[in-house]
């Protein structure tokens, strides 16, 4: 099965732009997590989807949303960027619920925003 | 709620040697745990998970971990490290019905030649 993809796998924009990541998870996959990472502040989970439904969202502003496709596939948006939103930005799928079945992680979309 | 304590945020070992990272995790009942590693510009991988049964579990690399109740921890070993396993590596926690797993802050590994 071909792994978890995330597309573009570096980004740059400048402040005030909106940006969207895109992620498809291995097939068959139905849970979908969005996670933020920088040398700061670790690994902070965004929000999971499954079966198109947002179930969990993790403390970050409204200027991130996400949606899930009928095909598991899953964006996440940012909107009016900041300096801090710089991250690593990693999509993982689960065959089930994540908390108790293994994650797959894609690559990440490197964002730097200017 | 559960949570992750990775107390070692840096280990260094020279290569050859045994390496034991440690992990702590808070929850009240029997968690489902995990190991992932992370190369520099990749995404995580998963090394291993405990979810019941054996306390020792087996795991990709060579690596190994042993869940210990009584001490609420899951410490991730090796016999002998590679200069491959230069990487951070994570350690999380999951419970039924939470959706989702908490994450460690990590271990980056160095591994001098």
């Known amino acids: 099965k071909a792994g978890v993809t995330q597309t573009p796998r570096y980004l740059i924009k400048t402040r005030g732009q909106q940006v969207t990541l895109s992620c498809s998870p291995i097939?068959?996959?139905?849970?979908v997590s969005w996670y933020q990472q920088t040398p700061g502040q670790g690994l902070q989970f965004l929000f999971e989807?499954?079966?198109?439904?947002?179930?969990n969202k993790g403390n970050f502003p409204g200027r991130f949303s996400g949606r899930q496709f009928s095909n598991s596939r899953s964006e996440m948006n940012v909107s009016t960027l900041e300096l801090g939103d710089s991250a690593l930005y990693l999509c993982?799928?689960?065959?089930?619920?994540?908390?108790?079945?293994?994650?797959?992680f894609g690559p990440g979309t490197r964002l730097t925003v200017t | 709620a559960q949570s992750v304590t990775q107390p070692d945020i840096h280990i260094t070992v020279s290569e050859g040697a045994s390496l034991e990272l440690r992990c702590n995790y808070s929850?009240?009942?029997?968690?489902?745990l995990f190991w992932y590693v992370q190369s520099p510009g990749q995404g995580l991988q998963l090394l291993l998970k405990?979810?019941?049964?054996?306390?020792l579990v087996q795991g990709i690399k060579g690596f190994e971990a042993e869940f210990k109740r009584s001490q609420s921890s899951f410490n991730l070993r090796k016999p002998s490290v590679h200069w491959s396993d230069a990487a951070e590596y994570f350690c999380?926690?999951?419970?039924?019905?939470?959706?989702?797993?908490?994450f460690g802050r990590g271990t980056s590994l160095i591994v001098h030649p």
């Open positions: 989807y499954f079966s198109e439904t947002q179930r």
């Open positions: 929850y009240g009942a029997t968690p489902y």
């Open positions: 993982a799928s689960s065959p089930g619920e994540a908390a108790t079945y293994e994650q797959y």
């Open positions: 999380a926690v999951g419970a039924g019905g939470s959706y989702i797993p908490t």
């Open positions: 097939s068959g996959h139905r849970s």
């Open positions: 405990y979810f019941s049964g054996d306390t």
